[in-house]
């Protein structure tokens, strides 16, 4: 701005003060899985799903993400991992801050910048650690002062699984009130943590494909409620599943935790192989992967598989078995690659300010 803009006749309007013109956060916040799913929703603009779930967010493949506030800007500019964000992607994150901008009273675009370090859209929760990260940093850039609870309701948003990573450890996610308003249904449904006894469990991820998914998350949970004669049955077993997940959560069980997850993945994949046409994510590594768990098991290892949105497999363990897992699944897929994660730190928030 010039210096002598008080004497000139101007016909261009001030700019805002220059605080507010820069202002920016950066957020981290980790992926979890699900061992009771959330699969399918009953309000797509809201994001409320069908039934509760329950994760652990991992200590591994953080997603970092920047905001900034730039009020010269007519549309926002998204990158991910380097490379400037177009179509569904941007218009996500586009959504998502609109939704923050109105409750914030702000109508500045932003510039974001973000990083994975999990494959992106490959059934390795990308979506969770990326709009819980951008949740966090958005909500402090756009100067919203949210609480745990009603930034798990702001990821939700974004993202159904993102609500779960706002939180460490272990999470559930309430679907929130069926009957009432919009509102109280959205009051209602959001993540907290969930009380656990003795446990130290891992998860050893196989990456046995990388890429990403042939049909989103979003997509597939659609046609799965839309077609498949085994989604309500399969909600209403999860109802038990998480109950049950609860009790053996409490009491520090980690095999029956572990045989409780396997169930509820499986019966989540046969609701999808049910649909019209079938959903498959589950190739043939993945079921060598399976295999391997069950012989590990035979073995004497209290090993058991979940499966998300994609061909990779998680195998929970307690944390003394996880090299001893590690090792065998690596060698059963000796094309893949082999992680092991134990309980993370729930989303937060790096830097605020300037
Ligand atoms: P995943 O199994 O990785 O969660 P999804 O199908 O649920 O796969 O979601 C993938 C989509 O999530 C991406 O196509 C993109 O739209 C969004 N996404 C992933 N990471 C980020 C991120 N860091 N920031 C914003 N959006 C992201
Ligand atoms: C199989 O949260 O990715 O991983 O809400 O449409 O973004 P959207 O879907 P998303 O679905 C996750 C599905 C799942 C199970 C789970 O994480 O609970
Ligand atoms: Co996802």
Redesign the pocket.
């Known amino acids: 701005m010039r210096a002598d803009h008080r004497t000139t006749h101007r016909t261009t309007p001030v700019r805002p003060p220059e605080r507010s013109t820069t202002r920016g956060a950066s957020a981290v916040a980790h ?1 979890n899985i699900a061992l009771v799913k959330y699969w399918g929703k009953r309000d797509e603009q809201l994001v409320l799903p069908w039934t509760d779930s329950l994760s652990m967010t991992l200590d591994i493949c953080p ?1 970092t ?1 920047g905001v900034r506030l730039d009020p010269d800007a007519e549309h926002d500019e ?1 990158t ?2 380097g490379v400037p ?1 177009a179509g ?3 218009q ?2 586009t959504a ?1 801050l609109d939704l923050v901008r109105e409750r914030a009273g702000v109508s500045a675009r932003a510039v ?1 910048d ?3 370090t ?14 819980a ?2 949740a966090v940093a958005a909500a402090a850039a756009y100067g919203l002062a949210l609480d745990a609870t009603a930034l798990s309701r702001l990821a939700r948003r ?2 159904g ?1 993102a609500s779960r990573s706002v939180f460490g450890g272990f999470a559930v996610w309430h679907a929130g009130p069926a009957t009432g308003t919009a509102t109280d249904a959205d009051l209602g449904s959001y993540a907290e943590p969930v009380p656990v006894g003795e446990l130290d469990p891992a998860l050893v991820v196989a990456v046995v494909d990388a890429g ?2 042939a049909v ?5 949970m659609r046609h799965t409620v839309a077609t498949s004669p085994l989604y309500r049955p399969w909600a209403a077993a999860s109802r038990d599943d998480l109950t049950d997940m609860r009790k053996a959560l409490h009491r520090g069980d980690l095999a029956a935790v572990g045989e409780i997850a396997e169930r509820n993945a499986l019966g989540m994949h046969a609701t999808m192989l049910a649909a019209r046409p079938a959903v498959r994510y589950l190739s043939s590594a993945t079921l060598t992967v399976l295999d391997t768990v069950l012989q590990l098991r035979r073995d004497g290892i209290p090993a058991y598989a979940t499966m ?3 061909p990779n497999v998680k195998v929970l363990c307690p944390r003394a078995d996880a090299d001893r897992v590690a090792a065998v699944v690596r060698g059963a897929v000796p094309r893949g690659s082999v992680l092991v994660a134990g309980p993370g730190q729930g989303a937060r928030l790096l830097s605020e300010g300037g």
């Open positions: 992926p997603t993400t998204v991910l991992d964000l569904e992607a941007r996500r994150v998502f974001v973000t990083a994975n999990v494959p992106t859209g490959a059934g390795l929760a990308s979506s969770a650690s990326g709009f990260a951008l974004g993202s699984s990403p998914k989103s998350s979003r997509a597939a998300d949105a994609g």
